[in-house]
């Protein structure tokens, strides 16, 4: 995907990101959230995520058109060999391979910090209605995840109950013990993935 480039997001790309992710609130039920976070609300969250996780964003033509990042899976230090991922893109931007590039990039990133094992969190529709489809499970699944678990009925948004899947998939083996966990900014401050 040549007119893309993947790189680090920062503090300072939250308002960008932030129109991204905003849709996915008010729009969907693709996040559960209720209220679009505030400005503020969203630095602290990009913030916090890369005290020890990466953050990446897709930017063509200067415009930031999606962005994906890890964070803690469990908050117990037993977990951290496992990571839970995010991607979000511009409503527009989906289907054109950005998000497989941005996936493509935590795993290579989660390697690299001794990470075996990546979990999705996802809304699921009993059926696909105008404020989630199966879009997110079906990219999930050609990314290499299966599904790991289910709680039906779970959530409701828009007056509609909703499942939640968790999809999961090891990017390591597990035949010897875990090496040391890396922060990012560690890995960072080494060589860049």
Known sequence: MPDITITAAAVEDAEALLSIYAPY???????FEYEVPSLTD???????TLRRYPFFKAVRDGEIVGYAYLGAFKGRTAYDWSAEC?????????GRGIGRALYERLEETARLQGIRNLYACIAVPEKEDEYLTL???????????AEVGRFPWCAAKFGRWYHMIW??????GHDAPPGPFIPFPELEKGEQP
Not at 135 to 145: I, V
Request: glycine share 8%.
């Open 86 to 94: 995010s991607v979000y893109l511009r409503m527009n931007e989906r």
């Open 42 to 48: 969203f630095r602290g969250r990009i913030r916090e």
């Open 135 to 145: 879009d997110s499970p079906r990219f999930h699944a050609r990314m290499g995840f």
């Open 167 to 172: 999809m999961g998939k090891a990017i390591a």
């Open 25 to 31: 609130v008010t729009d969907t039920a693709v996040s």
